[in-house]
């Protein structure tokens, strides 16, 4: 356990060294306090738009920082050769996966605390009071960090056995999978075809169901959401990232470190 | 030589600029235009594709609808044929997008005319949105104003002072079935006006609704008369010198009492009815 | 128990998308006993890294087992006495050296003021100190290698596998890493490294392990792996009168003038012994008179011969 920790907390400050990181969370950042001006150009209904970019821009760069850091931070250790004299020590793969992972994961976690402070200080900058801060705010930025659980480990997953383009390219089709399915799973369910609703309820397990985890909607419309969903709906996120990691670890044993 | 190489190519760029961009007028009075927006994409689909962003971009449509609707009202007689599609793909996108419901769902019968494209936006929005008041309101707007369906405008007001928790709207739900004149809405706004009744309301309101209630009764009592009166003249050519003709003839099991409190005066010359107290029935009416 | 314990070790890789199958270790067996300097010898790609690599779990070995101190390398708690150098290592760049070693040790179990002493330690003893407060960015190869060194020694392991350890080192590097190799050995520890530098083995190995083509040809003491006997013997002696080359020529195997002095070679002492007399009655100088041995280059070039191996890419220290 110490020697995971270990290995997330260098992760975590190699992570604060990426320059793409920052341009990322300024971007999104810049988006949010943008969606002010953007907001006027509508009639009526101005907070919903504020929300609506402040989360948006929050997910969406959490993601891609989520995606594109953690397949770098992987392999860069195994095309540095930095992982050598790591794991030439008394450490299993599955704690080295699970050390990258965990760094990764409070990585994106830092990322996202910056990224909805700065949403709630454009939302408090609108409202000029403090009653957008409901179990909706909270729920929709705190789900994404089990969305973002989800990139990370699949990132994971995929960098530790394929090149960097690969392992992008693989990990943002799964994550925009789950999105997908989200939306037509509701239309598969009521095909006719034969066959269609296995596929939806295997599917069901085998994507990740991003869709689950989007909360978005309950800062747009200062929905109530109980304290129960959110606690299953975390527990869901968190238990899918948990599975792959232990196949990235599972995987990962099995590669050699040429 | 490089100073003259750039005094050439500052002097044939300046002549480019300076005959072209005359030439280009059309296009510049073409650019701020107003044009229908080129390809709109199914909203459903796009919602597919929408990667979890549906509401952004729903977000972007609804500033695109509002952008449309701006410069379509200022270049005057523009159709505003893409509203309704961009209604669709707005809430398409957001089906709980209430306030746009409401604004394109106004404008489509209000600007665009299209009271059919307007009506089906707006009960897409009562699906939606069941809570949104003023759908319902609009509908019954609608209904009233271009459809002159005054029986579906009173239903649609009804509902919209159920879910708006508005009382105010019962009453105009109440003049609307006075407009529509028929047993049935007479019968469905007296009932909603009792239950309207049972909910905790100010002093003043109440008052108000029951003095509807006697209003919307009375009209019921003298269209009950009028219709006899009307039976009547089609069976002897005249109207009765007396009430107490429809009686006899058996066009009334008997003279109805004035739920006003006063009596209902009945003028023989001339076949009208009143109630002593509010006088005849006379339901605010749309000039035809 | 030896230190290291190898059976039958062999390794298959599977490469491209059609897998096909390169031996990179066949079948290979050996033993370093305790508080012994293991050379491992070979041409680049002939198996040494995979083999090392396989030892500290780096790679899945296809076939055969190894242990070290009697414990499976299966078990990462194998690695716990092993201090593991790659070849041309690489630590976080944006780490100074003492924060390489921190994570490093933790890893290794070290903790607490425990750890930090030792780094402090093993630091001053690759003589790093001087860079302490520059981040490994700014290394340069040596220094890397150097570091390289130091965290293998971290945990005072008592077994240390080293991959090309003076590979990146100048001269003075390679001292102060040869001096390193036999002060660890003074304090008991033993040693198993690769090199494709035969100079470094022979001032440093107890025994010697030659591998060719994923197999090992030879195995055993320096001095048994070597031709012990006098293969020629070598006059050097100052210029005399030109028309004495040519008679002192015929005598001899070869001869040469160079700039600082002829050189001669001949079969045996003897006939030496008797050239030598000939410059001396001449009235000339002897600079040098020395029997040539078969040095480990030439013996691994013989061994590579009789096996069939082209020996590969082979190159002599330039000096140490």
């Known amino acids: 356990m110490k020697a995971t920790l270990a290995i997330a907390g260098n992760t975590v400050r190699e992570a604060l060294r990426e320059r793409l990181l920052y341009n990322l969370v300024i971007f999104a950042v810049l988006l949010s306090v943008s969606s002010l001006t953007i907001s006027r150009l509508t009639l009526g209904e101005q907070f919903r738009i504020i929300a609506d970019v402040s989360t948006s821009s929050t997910q969406v760069f959490g993601i891609l920082i989520s995606v594109f850091v953690g397949v770098a931070l992987v392999s860069r250790e195994i095309d540095r050769r930095t992982a050598y004299a790591m794991l030439a020590r008394p450490v299993s793969r599955a704690d080295f996966v699970l050390g990258k992972f965990l760094g990764l994961l409070a990585t994106a976690g830092l990322n996202l605390a910056v990224m909805a402070l700065a949403s709630a200080l454009v939302l408090f900058l609108y409202r000029g009071n403090g009653s957008f801060l409901g179990s909706g705010f909270f729920v929709a930025f705190g789900l994404m960090i089990a969305q973002f659980a989800i990139c990370v480990a699949l990132a994971v997953l995929f960098a530790s056995f394929s090149t960097p383009t690969l392992a992008i390219i693989f990990t943002l089709a799964i994550v925009g999978a789950g999105f997908l399915f989200t939306e037509v799973r509701p239309f598969w369910l009521l095909s006719d075809e034969a066959g269609m609703k296995p596929l939806v309820h295997v599917l069901d397990f085998l994507l990740p169901g991003m869709g689950l985890l989007d909360a978005k909607e309950a800062l747009t419309y200062g929905d109530t959401v109980s304290l129960g969903s959110f606690a299953t709906r975390m527990a869901y996120g968190c238990g899918y990232a948990g599975v792959i990691v232990a196949i990235a670890a599972v995987v990962f044993s099995r590669r050699d470190i040429r | ?288 | 128990m030896s230190a290291l314990q190898i059976e039958k070790l062999g390794k298959t890789y599977r490469l491209g998308l059609r897998m096909r199958s390169v031996v990179a270790l066949d079948a290979l067996s050996l033993s370093v006993e305790e508080g012994s300097i293991f050379g491992f010898v070979g041409p680049n790609g002939a198996g040494k890294s995979t083999t090392i690599k396989i030892l500290v779990g780096l790679i899945k070995p296809s076939r055969g087992t190894a242990s070290i101190f009697g414990k499976p390398i299966t078990d990462p708690a194998s690695r716990r006495v092993v201090g593991y150098l790659p070849e041309n290592p690489s630590f976080h760049d944006f780490l100074r050296p003492l924060e390489v070693l921190e994570l490093l040790g933790k890893l290794s179990g070290l903790a607490g003021r425990e750890l930090r002493r030792r780094a402090e330690e093993v630091l001053e003893m690759v003589g790093l100190s001087h860079a302490r407060d520059l981040t490994v960015r700014k290394f340069s190869k040596g220094m890397v290698q150097r570091l390289g060194l130091a965290q293998a020694v971290l945990h005072d392991p008592p077994l240390l596998i080293l991959d090309e350890p003076m590979s990146g080192l100048d001269p003075i590097g390679r001292k102060d890493a040869r001096d390193l190799v036999l002060e660890l050995r003074r304090r008991g520890k033993t040693l198993f490294f690769s090199t494709h530098i035969l100079n470094d083995v022979e001032t440093t190995c107890d025994r010697v392990g030659m591998v060719m083509k994923g197999q090992l040809v030879a195995e055993g003491s320096l001095g048994a792996l070597l031709d012990g006997s006098v293969k020629s013997v070598e006059l050097r002696c100052a210029p005399l009168a030109e028309e004495h080359f040519a008679a002192l020529h015929a005598s001899a195997l070869d001869g040469s003038r160079g700039p600082d002095g002829w050189v001669f070679s001949f079969a045996d002492l003897a006939g030496a012994n008797r050239a030598a007399a000939r410059v001396l009655s001449l009235g000339g100088r002897i600079l040098s008179l020395s029997p040539q041995r078969e040095t480990l280059e030439q013996s691994f070039m013989r061994l590579a011969h009789s096996s069939g191996s082209a020996g590969g890419e082979w190159r002599q220290a330039s000096s140490g």
């Not at chain 2, 199914?42 to 597919?48: D, S, T, V």
């Not at chain 2, 759908?135 to 919209?160: E, I, K, T």
């Open chain 2, 1 to 288: 030589m490089r100073g003259k190489g750039t005094a050439v190519l500052l002097a044939v760029s300046a002549a480019a600029v300076a005959l072209g961009r005359p030439a280009l007028e059309p296009e510049a009075v073409d650019a701020s235009r107003v044009r229908e927006p080129a390809w709109l994409p199914n909203g459903k689909l796009l919602r597919l594709a929408s990667f979890g962003q549906r509401l952004l971009l729903a977000d972007l449509y609804w500033l695109k609808t509002v952008t449309y609707i701006g410069e379509s009202t200022l270049s005057r007689g523009h159709r505003l044929g893409s509203l309704h599609a961009l209604g669709d793909i707005v809430t398409d996108l957001d089906p709980r997008y209430g306030y746009a419901y409401q604004v394109i769902g106004s404008n489509l019968s209000g600007l665009a005319h299209d009271v059919a494209a307007s009506d089906r936006l707006l009960e897409k929005g009562v699906r939606n949105v069941p809570d949104r008041w003023v759908l319902p309101f609009l509908l019954a707007f609608n209904r009233f104003f271009y459809a002159r369906d005054y029986a579906g405008a009173a239903a649609w007001a009804r509902r919209a002072a159920e879910v708006g928790k508005r009382p105010h709207l019962a009453l105009l739900a109440a003049n609307l079935s006075l407009v529509a004149n028929t047993d049935e809405e007479y019968a469905l706004s007296l009932s909603f006006l009792e239950l309207s009744l049972q909910q905790p309301q100010t002093p003043e309101l109440r008052d108000q609704i029951k003095a509807r209630i006697v209003k919307v009764r009375t009209y019921q009592a003298l269209d009950a008369v009028e219709r006899a009166i009307d039976a009547f003249r089609a069976r002897n050519g005249l109207a009765p010198i007396v009430l107490d003709q429809l009686v006899w003839s058996g066009f009334l099991p008997r003279i109805p009492t004035d739920p006003s409190g006063g009596s209902i005066e009945y003028e023989g010359g001339t076949g009208d009815v009143r109630s002593s107290v509010i006088g005849a029935r006379r339901p605010i009416r749309v000039s035809e």
